[in-house]
């Protein structure tokens, strides 16, 4: 079982900047990617990033790529979001999710953390 806590998030203004990071615990290996997810008020959850965990090769949704960069820090258990040039859109609560080897679903999920982007 693994456990995941966000922390990063708040209030910031359009064109600004946050940074969001996720920290693991708990199984620490067989791990084939690390995401992010997010959900606006009375909308679906979407895909926003993720990251083999392996290689490093990060996929992004269209509608951050350019913007907002996936990283991890294999030492420290953790993966980061970086999100520049935030628009009043990109407001959600953002989920970190954490996907095994041989398994084709993000299974672990963290408790969410804020983000609002005012105009």
């Known amino acids: 079982q693994v456990q995941l806590v966000e922390s990063g998030g708040g209030l910031v203004q359009a064109g600004g900047s946050l940074r969001l990071s996720c920290a693991a615990s708990?199984?620490?290996?067989?791990?084939?990617?690390m995401g992010w997810f997010r959900q606006a008020p009375g909308k679906g959850r979407e895909f926003v990033a993720a990251?083999?965990?392996?290689?490093?090769?990060?996929t992004y949704a269209d509608s951050v790529k350019g913007r907002f960069t996936i990283s991890r820090d294999s030492a420290k258990n953790t993966v980061y979001l970086q999100m520049n040039s935030l628009k009043p859109e990109d407001t959600a609560v953002y989920y970190c999710?954490?996907?095994?080897?041989?398994?084709?679903?993000?299974?672990?999920w963290g408790q969410g953390t804020q983000v609002t982007v005012s105009s």
């Open positions: 999710a954490e996907r095994p080897e041989g398994i084709a679903y993000f299974g672990s």
């Open positions: 990251i083999n965990w392996n290689n490093g090769v990060a």
């Open positions: 708990g199984r620490t290996f067989s791990r084939n990617a």
